[in-house]
């Protein structure tokens, strides 16, 4: 059973950073195979996409957070981060990572979720 657990998230004022977390297991194929995403979704709002990593460690991400936001992945670990940096109340939201066998910024193309972790920044 494929599981992804996010951890990292919490309470902050405008302007701080937050290290977000997900930890990876079950999967069938090497985890150094999958490309790794971070979408959003804040209240009211649809989920967005944030970030992706891909096996080769490049890089993409949505203009909002652009300059702001840093994925990274650690094979080893099996394990992927956003690091979030400039925190806005904007970017309140509940975060979630995601795995697929392919690159892409499109919910519809992961077929792997973590459950989520809420990041609320207050002004």
């Known amino acids: 059973q494929v599981q992804l657990v996010e951890s990292g998230g919490g309470l902050v004022q405008a302007g701080d950073s937050l290290r977000l977390s997900c930890v990876v297991s079950?999967?069938?194929?090497?985890?150094?195979?999958?490309?790794l995403a971070w979408f959003r979704q804040a209240p009211g709002k649809e989920r967005e996409f944030v970030g992706v990593?891909?096996?080769?460690?490049?890089?993409r991400y949505a203009e909002s957070v652009n300059g702001r936001f840093t994925i990274s992945r650690d094979n080893t670990k099996k394990a992927v981060f956003l690091q979030v940096n400039s925190l806005k109340p904007e970017d309140t939201a509940v975060y979630y990572c995601?795995?697929?066998?392919?690159?892409?910024?499109?919910?519809?193309?992961?077929?792997?979720w973590g459950q989520g972790t809420l990041v609320t920044v207050s002004s």
């Open positions: 995601a795995a697929s066998s392919t690159t892409s910024t499109k919910e519809e193309h992961f077929p792997f």
């Open positions: 079950g999967l069938t194929v090497s985890f150094s195979n999958y490309a």
């Open positions: 990593v891909n096996r080769a460690y490049s890089t």
